[in-house]
């Protein structure tokens, strides 16, 4: 795979959590999220709930896995791990969305041609997460 593809280390991505990168779609930067299964493979999902897509599952610090779901923190929702398909919460029945990423040798790639790796972490743009919605916290 092309070095400018290369998104991390498969060493880097967590099976408790998620490692958040940035990638470029034409002028519009997005964010997706890697979490590696039980068997070493490496999913790759954008970073939004599909209950509101204004929504951010990783805010920079990992997105909570719990039990083979990633959970929404602002409501709830469960999406499997492996699958991305909500299984509880106010999205019950939607899927997030996927990023093709591929892993090669010790590193994770992205694999979806139309789309541009950016860098690790955020992509710098304000989080459009409302604050007046009360979150799963209760905040």
């Known amino acids: 795979m092309d070095d400018d593809r290369r998104i991390t280390g498969l ?6 959590g998620t490692l958040l990168f940035t990638f470029r ?3 519009d930067l997005g964010e997706a999220i890697l979490t590696k299964l039980d068997d070493g493979s490496v999913v790759a999902f954008r970073n939004y709930c599909q209950h509101w897509t204004d929504v951010r599952l990783d805010k920079g610090s990992g997105a909570l896995v719990r039990n083979g779901d990633i959970i929404c923190q602002k409501h709830g929702a469960t999406f ?3 699958t991305g398909y909500c299984d509880f919460g106010p999205c019950e029945g939607a899927t997030l969305d996927t990023v093709d990423v591929e ?7 992205l694999a ?10 955020p992509s710098g743009e304000h989080d459009l997460s409302s604050g007046s919605r009360i979150d799963f916290t209760g905040t």
């Open 11 to 16: 060493s880097e991505v967590p099976t408790d």
């Open 25 to 27: 779609d034409g002028f």
């Open 80 to 82: 499997g791990q492996e």
């Open 103 to 109: 892993v090669s040798g010790d590193a994770v790639y």
């Open 112 to 121: 979806d041609d139309s789309l541009d790796f950016e860098h690790l972490g």
